[in-house]
C-alpha cells in the first residue's frame, strides 16, 4: 500500500462525518501500513489534540510508556526553561590564587566549572584570551581545574553501545570542554598522492601523523571510517593502519578523546600556548582555595539559545549538562538523583503525567530505561504552550524540512518537531499546523519495535502527520489556539 494511500485514507476518515468528537482508533490504513512492515499496533503510542484541549482527536496506547529517546529533551527542555528560566547563564568563575604583578601571576590561575555545555573551542579562546586581556599573560605555577560541582559516578564511555570514541557517549563534566572530542580533517592531494591529516582542536602532547596512506584503485567510500584503521591504543599518537581513496574528497571524522581524563588540560595547556601565554607549571584538577574571591567570571549564552543547539542538532552532551544543571542550581551540586527527582516532580506537579508513566535516567533519552508515556508528553506540550518561556522551546525546535526532519519535506515549514531515534525505537512529538488560521494541534507519535529504524516504519509516523495537516477543524472542542 503507498504512502499516498494512506494519506487519501487519513483524510477520507476524518472527513466523511465532518467532525470527531471523541478520539479515534487508529485508521485502517495506519493498521495497513503496520502489518506490512511486521510491526505490531501495540508497539505504536499516539496522541493528538488541538493546542489548548485535553481532548485527544487520536489516541492509541497513549498511557503506556514508552522509550521516547530523544523525546525525552523535550522535557528537560521545558523543566530548564521553568526552573532556570530562559535568560538563564552558566558562569565560570576565574580566580588568582597568587600576586598578579606586571602580567605575571606568582601562584595558580583556578578556573571553576559549574556546568556550562557552551564552551566549545572557540569559547575556550575567547576566555582565555580575556584572561589574557585583563593582564594575565604568564602564569609561574599551575593552571587548577575545579570539576566538583558535578557529583556523579565514573561510567565507562562505551557502556551504552560500545562506541566509546561517539561524541555523543562523552560523559557529562562541570568543566566541560568542546564536548571532550575531536575533528579529525582529512584532505586529499593526489598530485602528491597523500591525504593530509589535521585535528581541531590542538591537544599538548597528543601527535597525529601528517598524513595517511592513499589507496589504490577505486576504494569505495561509504565506510572509509572503517577503512582507515583508526588505532588508539597509545592515546598520544594515535596510527591510521589503513587508507583513504582521494576520490573521496574532504572528509571530517568527530571522535571522543580516547583518554577523557586528560582532555580538558590537553586543550588548556595548548590554547593558552598558542595565545602566546606562558606557563611554568602544568594543567591539573584541583579546587578553588578558601577565602579567595572571584577575579572575573566567564558568562555563557543564555539558556534559550543553548536549547536551540541541542534540540535542533539532538546534542545529547548539551542535554546531560543542562539535566545536571537543574540540581546544581536548587542544591549547590550537581546529581543524577537530585535531577530526576526534580524533573520528575515537575512532570507530575505541573503537566499533570501519571507516575507510573515516567522514569527518568539521564534527561537526554540516551538511555534503553527511560520512558515516557504518549499522553505525559503530550500534557508537556499543552502546559508548555500555556507558558511566558513557551516561544522560546518552539523556537528550539526542528523547523520540519530541515536539521533532524529534513526528510519530513511533506510538512516542511508546517511543523516544529523533536525527533526520537535509538535501536528499536523511532518517535516525533511537537507541534503541527493545521489548513485553518491559528489551528495547531499538539502531536505525540512514539514506536518501540526492532524494525522502527526502517523506511516503511517510519512512514506510518510521516502518515499520522500529513493526516493531522489535513484534518478540518473541530468546533465541539476547545478552539485551538492562536499562533505566536
Known sequence: MSLRCVFLG??????????????APLPPEVLAVLARAHIEPRS????????????????????????????????????????????????????LDGELRDGVLHGNLVVQGLGDPSLVVERVQRLLRAVQQRGVKEIRGDIV????????????????????????????????????????????????????????????????????????????????????????RDRTRPVFKGAMAWICGEKSWPVAYADPASYNARLLEAAWRELG??????????????????WWTWSSPPL?????????????????????????????????????ALVSERLRSQAGCALESLRIEVGSG??????????????????????????????????????????LTSLAGRAHLKTGSLDNVAGLAGYVEGTQPGQRWVVVVMLNDP??????????????????????????????????
Open 10 to 23: 487519513l483524510f477520507l476518515l476524518f472527513n466523511v462525518s465532518g467532525f470527531v468528537a471523541r478520539a
Open 366 to 407: 540516551l538511555s534503553r530505561e527511560e520512558r515516557l508515556s504518549a499522553h505525559c508528553l503530550a500534557q508537556l506540550l499543552q502546559w508548555t504552550w500555556t507558558r511566558p518561556w513557551m516561544p522560546e522551546l518552539l523556537a528550539s525546535l526542528p523547523l520540519a524540512g530541515e536539521t533532524t526532519v529534513r526528510r
Open 145 to 232: 581545574l575545579d570539576r566538583q560541582a558535578f557529583q556523579i559516578p565514573a561510567v565507562d564511555p562505551g557502556a551504552f553501545d560500545a562506541e566509546p570514541s561517539r561524541p555523543y557517549n562523552v560523559r557529562p563534566d562541570a568543566l566541560m570542554l568542546n564536548y571532550k572530542s575531536l575533528t579529525l580533517n582529512f584532505v586529499p592531494e593526489a598530485a602528491l598522492k597523500k591525504i593530509r591529516l589535521w585535528s581541531e582542536p590542538a591537544l599538548a602532547g597528543v601527535t597525529l601523523p601528517p598524513q595517511v596512506a592513499l589507496s589504490e584503485g577505486q576504494a569505495p567510500c561509504g565506510d572509509w571510517r572503517s577503512l582507515l584503521q583508526a588505532d588508539w
Open 451 to 484: 524494525k522502527a529504524q526502517s523506511e516503511t516504519a517510519r512512514a506510518v509516523l510521516e502518515a499520522l502527520l500529513v493526516g493531522v495537516l489535513r484534518w478540518p477543524p473541530d468546533d465541539s472542542m476547545a478552539p485551538a489556539a492562536s499562533a505566536p
Open 277 to 294: 601565554g606562558k606557563l611554568s607549571g602544568k594543567v591539573r584538577d584541583g579546587a578553588v582555595p578558601a577565602n579567595r574571591n572571584t
Open 44 to 95: 505504536l503510542a499516539v496522541w493528538v489534540a488541538p493546542v489548548g484541549s485535553e481532548a485527544p482527536r487520536l489516541a492509541h496506547n497513549a498511557d503506556q510508556a514508552f522509550n521516547p529517546a530523544s523525546l525525552m529533551k523535550l522535557a528537560t527542555s521545558a523543566v530548564a526553561l521553568d526552573v532556570l528560566g530562559p535568560t538563564y547563564v552558566w558562569p565560570t568563575p576565574i580566580y
Open 304 to 340: 534559550a539559545e543553548v536549547l536551540r543547539d541541542m534540540n535542533k542538532y539532538s546534542n545529547n552532551v548539551i542535554a546531560h549538562q543542562i539535566f545536571l544543571s537543574l540540581s546544581l542550581a536548587q542544591q549547590g551540586v550537581g546529581t543524577w538523583e537530585a535531577s530526576r
